[in-house]
């Protein structure tokens, strides 16, 4: 089982730069391919991007390809998602995932998710 908590949320300007972090419990972190997901009130949870296990693949969403980029230390158990030249339309909570095998990282079918970091980007 794994337990995944974010961090870093925050309010920041259009066009600048900010990272957020994802914690993850367990000594299995390494096992699971990792997701990036973000929701707007009203709004579906949509998919940002995806990491495989080994860290080798990523995936984006096109809204933000080219913009954000997803790592991961699994030696550290941590998560990342460096965004630059947000918009104002990236305004959500971010959501980090967890999932076992790497089919359908683009989805909501993951099997742990964390609570949730509010980023604020203002016009």
């Known amino acids: 089982q794994v337990q995944l908590v974010e961090s870093g949320g925050g309010l920041v300007q259009a066009g600048a730069s900010w990272r957020i972090s994802c914690a993850a419990s367990g000594r299995t972190f390494s096992r699971y391919s990792m997701g990036w997901f973000r929701q707007v009130p009203g709004k579906e949870r949509e998919f940002v991007s995806a990491?495989?296990?080994?860290?080798?693949?990523?995936f984006y969403a096109d809204s933000v390809k080219g913009r954000f980029t997803i790592s991961r230390d699994n030696a550290k158990n941590l998560l990342y998602l460096q965004m630059n030249s947000l918009r104002p339309e990236d305004t959500a909570v971010y959501y980090c995932?967890?999932?076992?095998?790497?089919?359908?990282?683009?989805?909501?079918?993951?099997?742990?998710w964390g609570q949730g970091t509010q980023v604020t980007v203002s016009s």
């Open positions: 990491i495989t296990w080994s860290g080798r693949t990523t």
């Open positions: 995932a967890a999932k076992v095998g790497t089919d359908g990282l683009a989805t909501v079918d993951y099997d742990y």
